[in-house]
């Protein structure tokens, strides 16, 4: 039963446009999200976060937005560079549940030059 | 990456041997979990710990897996007899010890199994 799901495995995007990664969860439960970037042969990198109290957080070129009536977020990057080209992870934890992550699948994105 | 520290990167056993993966937190960080990623999957948790202390042990196979956090030293992830279905990336994050609120996890770099 996979309670974080990321439906697209990929996405390609031009350099300087807007990337939009999707997230969708199922557990009513969760009320922290991450967003995560992975590089092959590395370990995944924390980018932003968001409490369920808000609906967005930016950070730089980063914007997250939450709608928990959807139980839905997405990763804004704009402008996308071509550094930004990885695998990137949503996750969702509890409160309660002594912070473990539950993952999505991840979406590889590629941004073109 | 991000300061926690895995080793070996790789580890390769045959069927049936020991596996001890090794992981030192950030400095300053007192909260130790564990994942495993399977190719083309996301991560999976494992293991919650603290030092001297399994707080959430959810996600660990009930047999041939077990878990450290000494007062002393790395957090250890022991799997005994390995098998063929062992083989994955093996990652390590830690956070800080929290007063409250929402801490994020950082990850190290992950120890890649191969079961021959």
């Known amino acids: 039963d996979q309670q974080v799901k990321q439906n697209s495995p990929s996405l390609s995007v031009q350099e300087g446009r807007i990337s939009i990664l999707n997230c969708d969860y199922t557990?009513?439960?969760?009320?922290?999200f991450l967003w995560y970037k992975k590089y092959p042969a590395e370990g995944p990198t924390f980018l932003i976060s968001i409490s369920s109290i808000k609906d967005k957080n930016e950070d730089g070129r980063f914007t997250v937005f939450l709608n928990k009536s959807a139980k839905h977020l997405s990763l804004h990057i704009v402008p996308s560079q071509p550094g930004d080209s990885a695998v990137y992870f949503c996750?969702?934890?509890?409160?309660?549940?002594?912070?473990?992550?539950?993952f999505g699948s991840g979406t590889q994105l590629t941004v073109l030059p | 990456n991000a300061g926690v520290m895995q080793n070996p990167r790789h580890l390769v056993r045959r069927r049936g041997q020991e596996a001890r993966l090794r992981c030192s937190p950030m400095?300053?960080?007192?909260?130790v979990y564990w994942y495993r990623q399977l190719p083309e999957e996301g991560l999976k948790f494992m293991v919650y710990l603290q030092k001297e202390n399994i707080i959430d042990e959810s996600g660990m196979p009930k047999e041939r897996f077990s878990a450290e956090f000494p007062k002393e030293g790395p957090s250890i992830l022991r799997i005994q007899q390995v098998v063929r279905g062992d083989s994955a990336a093996y990652f390590c994050?830690?956070?800080?010890?929290?007063?409250?609120?929402?801490?994020?996890?950082?990850f190290g770099d992950g120890t890649r199994l191969s079961i021959l």
């Open positions: 400095k300053g960080h007192s909260h």
């Open positions: 996750a969702a934890a509890t409160s309660g549940s002594a912070r473990q992550l539950t």
């Open positions: 557990n009513s439960m969760f009320d922290y």
């Open positions: 994050a830690s956070s800080p010890r929290t007063g409250g609120g929402n801490q994020p996890q950082h």
